[in-house]
């Protein structure tokens, strides 16, 4: 009885540690990479040498080379890609100016999006109303509202469109086998934004600090995320694991605290709060475990 105790209690705690490994280790790689590389490269560089590394080391483990999905599926994959760069590098480009609890927040608002894209139930509208309030004290539109800058903002709410985008062309070829599909959305990922990198860093791309710097970060918010997930994924309902990964925009908030200094309001950290309610909500009431949650692809956006 003891051994059937002990073995439905790792059952319950190891998806949700591993969630909260997935949410800390992106955390701990994006502050990494901007206090180390962004000095150096610029987020453009910092994005471009963040995804091409780690398009390197998955498709070096993946291999997709090996059984190529079909043309059709291919081309998803291709626009699943180009949405995953845009989305990295809106993302990094938000953070020179935003904290990054609250970007995390605001990128959070299209995945939310999709998940409550054409819902008609009643209870829909209180997690859509949440996730607005949440917006309205984040977004700088009144003029009592100076601590967020614009441009930031509009960096981070095209990282939640590109993200909505990359969910709804990855649910596309979600039969493909996910190594497949990742290694390779990532490798047209890589061609976006690689050309970006270059024209604004150039030839410090290549300087072994950052390429050091570089594939630890990438590692750290690609690579250990992507297998902590797809851990958890295997041993929890999609609305659970829905549910976990809405705490991230409070993970990075505590971690950027911790890391970077970054210190937030209580109107923004009431922000977050409406946010993850909204999310967790949505997640929780969802009719089925398809679609409408909002971690339809892996919430770590490789």
Known sequence: MSAQRSLASSSFWFPFLAILGAVGFLG?????????????????????????????????????????PARAELRVIACYGV???????????ALRTLPFGVAVAIEFSGPLAVALWGSRRPVDFVWVALA?????LLLPLGQQVGTLDPVGVGFALLAAVCWATYIVFGKRVGHVPAGLSVSLGL????????????????????SLPVLGVGLGVAVLSSAVPISLEMLALQRLPKQAFGIMISMEPA??????????????????????ALIMAASMGSAATART??????????????
Do not use: D
């Open 251 to 272: 993970v990075a908030a505590v971690l950027a605290l911790g890391l970077l200094g970054e210190r937030l309001s209580a109107a923004q950290w009431l922000a977050i």
């Open 83 to 93: 949405a995953l760069g845009c989305m990295n590098l809106a993302f990094y480009m």
């Open 187 to 206: 490798a047209v990922a890589a061609l976006v934004v690689l050309p970006v990198g270059v024209a604004h860093a150039g030839g410090a791309l290549l």
């Open 28 to 68: 701990i790689g994006t502050s990494w990479a901007k206090t180390s590389l962004f000095p150096l490269v610029g987020a453009q560089g910092t994005t471009a040498v963040r995804v091409g590394l780690s398009a390197v080391v998955l498709l070096l483990v993946w291999r997709p080379w090996r059984r190529l």
């Open 132 to 136: 607005v309030a949440g917006l309205a």
């Open 289 to 302: 475990a398809g679609a409408r949650r909002p971690a339809l692809a892996t919430a770590s956006a490789p």
